[in-house]
T-cell receptor
Framework: ETGVTQSPTHLIKTRGQQVTLRCSSQSGHNTVSWYQQALGQGPQFIFQYYREEENGRGNFPPRFSGLQFPNYSSELNVNALELDDSALYLC??????????????FGSGTRLTVV | AQKITQTQPGMFVQEKEAVTLDCTYDTSDPSYGLFWYKQPSSGEMIFLIYQGSYDQQNATEGRYSLNFQKARKSANLVISASQLGDSAMYFCAMRERNFGNEKLTFGTGTRLTIIP
């Protein structure tokens, strides 16, 4: 059983640029959630994707967007990067129905630095 | 709104001793779940233990146990016989379900350092 894989592991971008982060979910999981973890803080929920649709969103602006593909992998896109977007971005997969579920598997994250 | 509070920014514990990491939570939902995760410097969130709000007994997983006091809204993690490899950040998190979707709300974490 494969775990959650995120790519790239590290990334440096310039303010105003756009970035795409990728996540392959654990085998058998159908839901992907994205979290932003700023330095010294706990992760903050960005959004969740289930059956290729956004299924819940945290307090993040629309320039944070995502996709989920038929194989349940996912992308997080951030437009117009700001310095405060510098953080560790974590992807978590789980098996859930519309009624919810539990049992999250996290990836190792992508560390994004905006300069 | 839900909230998770971890009041210990850092702890130093002697190897082989037991350690308790504190977590209190605030929710008006009768159904919720509480998680503890370990985050080493590599960044990955490693699942340690889970407690459902309706579970009658405290959860245990090997050296980890969760001291769940529902009336006090407390869910402390107890690590018995600490090891050097236990040095990491530890996060308490609560699962929130809302209209068919769910998310985890995390605390600010406790940095645990095991001293040889």
């Amino acid at each position: 059983e494969t775990g959650v894989t995120q790519s790239p592991t590290h990334l440096i971008k310039t303010r105003g640029q756009q970035v795409t982060l990728r996540c392959s979910s654990q085998s058998g999981h159908n839901t992907v959630s994205w979290y932003q973890q700023a330095l010294g803080q706990g992760p903050q929920f960005i959004f969740q994707y289930y059956r290729e649709e956004e299924n819940g969103r945290g307090n993040f602006p629309p320039r944070f967007s995502g996709l989920q593909f038929p194989n349940y992998s996912s992308e997080l896109n951030v437009n117009a990067l700001e310095l405060d977007d510098s953080a560790l971005y974590l992807c978590a997969s789980s098996l859930a129905s519309r009624g919810g579920g539990y049992g999250y598997t996290f990836g190792s994250g992508t560390r994004l630095t905006v300069v | 709104a839900q909230k998770i509070t971890q009041t210990q920014p850092g702890m130093f514990v002697q190897e082989k001793e037991a350690v308790t990491l504190d977590c209190t939570y605030d929710t008006s939902d009768p159904s919720y779940g509480l998680f503890w995760y370990k985050q080493p410097s590599s960044g990955e969130m490693i699942f340690l233990i889970y407690q459902g709000s309706y579970d009658q007994q405290n959860a245990t997983e090997g050296r980890y146990s969760l001291n769940f006091q529902k009336a006090r809204k407390s869910a402390n993690l107890v690590i018995s016989a600490s090891q050097l490899g236990d040095s990491a950040m530890y996060f308490c998190a609560m699962r929130e379900r809302n209209f068919g979707n769910e998310k985890l709300t995390f605390g600010t974490g406790t940095r645990l350092t095991i001293i040889p």
